[in-house]
Every structure is written in C-alpha cells, then in structure tokens.
C-alpha cells in the first residue's frame, strides 16, 4: 500500500466514526463538535490532494463527503478531477451523474449513470437512479428525440427491474419496480399484479400486506376486472387503509354503474 493510500484508509476511517456517531447522536448530539472534527477531516483531504495531485482516490473520496455535507458544487469539482485522472471509479460517474441530474442537467447526467452501470452492473442503486433519471426527466428526453416514449417506458421499467432483481430484499427497489407500471404509457397490469402479489408474499406486517393487497385492487380495477376487485378489496380491514380503501370502493362502485 502506497502512503497516499495508508493515509486515505486513515482519514475515510475517521470520517465513518464521526458519521456514524453523528447519526446514532439523537438529541444528545454535539453538533458543534461534529461540525469541528468534519472540518478537521476536510483539512486532511485538503493536504492528501495537495501532496498527491495524481491521486483519483483522494479526490472521489473527497467529494463523496462534501457531497453528503451539502456543499455540492465544492464535491462536483472534485468529483470531476477525481474522473479525469481515473475514468474507471463507478461511484465517481454515480455521483457526477447526481449533481448534474439535481442542477437539472439530466441530459448530461443519464451518460454518468450509464458509464457507472457499465462500470458496476451489479450496483442495484446505479440501476434505480437511472430509472428515477427517466422518469423525472421524462419529457426532456422525448422532447430531445433522445428517446420515444415506448423506448424510454421500456428503459425506465427494465432498469427499476434490475434494481429489484439485485437488491430483492430492499423494499425501496422492490416496491419502485411495482410502481413504475403505473407510469407506463401503456401498462402491463397483468405484470404489475404479480409485483403486487410479490410484495404482499414478503411482507413483514398485516399492514404492509394489505398495503400491497391496496394496489393489486387498484390494477385489477384499472385492468377492468372489477369482479376480482370486489371481492380482493374485502380482505382489507386495517383501520390505518380505510381512507384510501374507502376511495376504491367509491371509484369501484361508479365503474361498476356504468
């Protein structure tokens, strides 16, 4: 290990413990103090990149922590440096590809998120924020001729499928893939069911099942299978869905007496 790299390990190490105690503070937490030794951690990147110029490491690292401090112009210049010495660091594209989508860039941003996916096809997160990329910025790609609307449908559900597949057992990716098949132009609600149907299966409350069970009546209505839903809808009798179960049955009841 070379010394830039000793002293890299060094500082990301003492980086983690003051996060994390950060985090684990609550409402005993010094934030004065935090604010200190994070500044001190700053220095110390300050002087690795100074002594090492060449050192891509450095600078990703670098610009991951100002990027988690808010400071996101400061991390974007280090972020860039660090992948202009080094066009291999995945997380480095990742997080280039954030800055730009936030700064409304999104056209710049979908070629770091593909290039870090080229990089890391096993990263479900490279995956999910591609597909939040195209859903959010939608209309800008279409608009551009960068995509039709049934490529960029196809895309955004492959790469929310993918996050799912190599991350089943994050509901954040999981339960995205459901939803995006409401975001299609046009649906797959037989698809959509079983993702439904999925989730209820993994589910680690009556809450979260009947939570599930919710949509999977909301695509049998949109899919016109309004007897099934009728009788699905049923089963759901957590006091916490009534609102939102009791707007089914309304919008069920109008379908039916048409």
């Known amino acids: 290990m070379t010394l830039p ?8 190490e003492r980086q983690k413990i003051i996060l994390d105690n950060a985090n684990k503070g609550g ?19 300050d002087l690795l990149v100074h002594d090492s110029p060449n050192f891509a490491a450095g600078y990703a690292s670098y610009g991951y922590l100002l990027s988690k401090l808010g400071m996101q112009k400061e991390a974007a210049m280090m972020l860039l440096k660090a992948n ?28 770091y998120y593909i290039a870090a996916i080229k990089l890391a096809p ?10 939040s990329l195209l859903y959010e910025a939608r209309n800008d790609f ?3 001729g960068i995509y039709t609307r049934p490529q960029l449908d196809e895309t955004m559900l492959s790469a929310f499928k993918k996050a799912a597949e190599l991350a089943p057992e994050r509901i954040e990716f999981t339960y995205r893939y459901a939803e995006a098949f409401y ?10 069911l079983i993702q439904w149907a999925h989730l209820e299966e993994k589910a680690k409350t009556n809450l979260e099942r009947e ?48």
């Open 27 to 45: 409402e005993t937490l010094d934030v004065e103090s935090i604010r200190v030794q994070l500044q001190e951690v700053c220095h110390e990147y």
């Open 211 to 258: 939570t599930m069970r919710l949509h999977a009546v909301n695509v049998l209505m949109k899919d016109n299978r309004y007897d099934h839903a009728s009788l699905l809808i049923r089963t759901i009798s957590e006091p916490q869905l009534d609102k939102q179960k009791q707007k089914l049955i309304t919008e069920l009841n109008r379908l039916l007496k048409k």
């Open 122 to 131: 096993d990263q479900p997160l490279y995956h999910y924020q591609l597909g």
């Open 142 to 144: 279409i608009k551009k």
């Open 183 to 192: 975001d299609l132009e046009k649906p797959d609600w037989p698809g959509a």
């Open 5 to 12: 790299q000793r002293n890299l390990k060094r500082i990301v």
């Open 84 to 111: 202009s010495l080094d066009p291999d660091i995945p997380l480095v594209k990742n997080q280039i590809g954030n800055y730009l989508a936030e700064e409304g860039r999104p056209l710049e941003a979908i070629n």
